[in-house]
Each structure stands twice: as C-alpha cells, then as structure tokens.
C-alpha cells in the first residue's frame, strides 16, 4: 500500500531533551515536506526536500533540522524541545514537487514538550 | 507571493443541507488550487484540484469546487451533507507554476460541523 508513514504518533518529553520524528514513504517520492499544524493556524511548512541532500527552510524552521540522506526518509529533529514546539506534525510527499503535484499525508506526530 | 484566505473558521450545517466552504487566492501567476480534507485523528486527504482546464472541478465524496478567476476563489461545495462530512477542510494554492516545483500554501482551515 502506498503511504506515508511517522513515528512515533505520540510523544511526550520534556524541554531540552533531543528528539526525532521519523517520515519514511514507499512511492519513490522526490520532494518530502514537514508541516507544523497548530489552532487557528493551519499548517506552516518547517523544511522541505527536492531530492536527496538537497533540503530548504519553509515558513518556520527555527528550532528544528532535518536530513534527506535516503529518497525514502526524511526525519525531523528537534536538538533542544521547548514548549513552543508542542504542535501537532505532519509529514508529506509529492512525486516532484512541482505545482500540479498531489502531497500525501503522513498521520501525524501529535508532540508535547513539557 | 501566493496566499489563501478562507472565510470562516466553522460551519455549521444540518444534514442533508448545502455545504459551501469559501476559499479566495492571492496569485501572480495562474494558481493551481487544491482542497485537503482532515478527519479527527487523522492525516489530511486530498478531496480535489484544479490545474488546468476544465473550472468545475468533482472530487471525492460528492464534492466540487469552481475555479473563478474574476472573483479569485475556489469555494467547495456539496449539495446534500451528510454526517460523515464532519471535519476540517484546507484550502491552498501551490507555489509551482508551469513546470517548475513549489510549496503548498494553506489557508488556515474551515471545521465543519453536521448536525442531525
């Protein structure tokens, strides 16, 4: 089945104590993205990835990294959780990236940083 | 630069009525158009697009939305709700135009709510 898959789906921790969200998807997607979706807000981009080793910063990188050293995962890193960065994650992938592209959604990492 | 903006952050509708959620662009260039569907607890789901041609676009679901260029919007529609249409909606406009890539840019969400 094609998906896009996240772990873990729930995570609690507590301020400064390093974390990683995994995304791995199984369609041989070029471009991986990482969204951030909190009330009222809707869903801001943190990084994206065109291709291997090649990533960019969305709307609201501060605070977290990422890497793209597989086509197939592209994990997000949270060096030092703080409160702010409770939030509800999602991962997605695209074929290209390109503008007509249809992103497929991971199930989301709901993280509370204590 | 692309944005969305979508008018109303809940709806609330009796089943078997209309559904009508309102989603206006803001683009320099052609905007290709897409609706996301979140049911609780979930990932989001794509329910249309619109990229080329024709400007009445049918998703899943029985959904539709219309691509009108003078009035800049992309509203949803569903002429009967049922109580399975219960959840968030997004609009958004890609940044991508013609053959080049771009990033999703998402209005802030429409909860629709069905009542029995």
């Known amino acids: 089945e094609a998906q896009v898959t996240q772990n873990p789906r729930y995570l609690i921790t507590v301020t400064g104590k390093k974390l990683t969200v995994t995304c791995s998807q199984n369609m041989n997607h070029e471009y991986m993205s990482w969204y951030r979706q909190d009330p009222g807000l809707g869903l801001r981009q943190i990084y994206y990835?065109?291709?291997?080793?090649?990533?960019d910063k969305g709307d609201v990188p501060e605070g977290y990294k990422v890497s793209r050293k597989e086509k197939r995962n592209f994990p997000l890193i949270l060096e030092s959780p703080s409160p702010n960065q409770t939030s509800l994650y999602f991962c997605?992938?695209?074929?290209?990236?390109?503008?007509?592209?249809?992103?497929?959604f991971g199930p989301g990492t709901r993280l509370t940083v204590l | 630069a692309q944005s969305v903006t979508q008018l109303g952050s809940h709806v609330s509708v009796s089943e078997g009525a209309l559904v009508l959620l309102r989603c206006n662009y803001s683009s320099s260039v052609p905007p290709y158009l897409f609706w996301y569907v979140q049911y609780p607890n979930q990932g989001l789901q794509l329910l249309l697009k619109?990229?080329?041609?024709?400007?009445l676009v049918k998703g899943i679901n029985g959904f539709e939305a219309e691509f009108k260029k003078s009035e800049t919007s992309f509203h949803l529609t569903k002429p009967s709700a049922h109580m399975s249409d219960a959840a968030e909606y997004f609009c958004?406009?890609?940044?991508?135009?013609?053959?080049?890539?771009?990033?999703?840019?998402f209005g802030k969400g429409t909860k629709l709510s069905v009542k029995p």
């Open positions: 990835s065109m291709n291997v080793e090649v990533t």
């Open positions: 619109y990229t080329t041609g024709a400007t």
């Open positions: 958004a406009v890609s940044e991508g135009y013609g053959g080049s890539q771009g990033n999703l840019i």
């Open positions: 997605a992938s695209s074929l290209s990236g390109y503008g007509t592209d249809t992103q497929y």
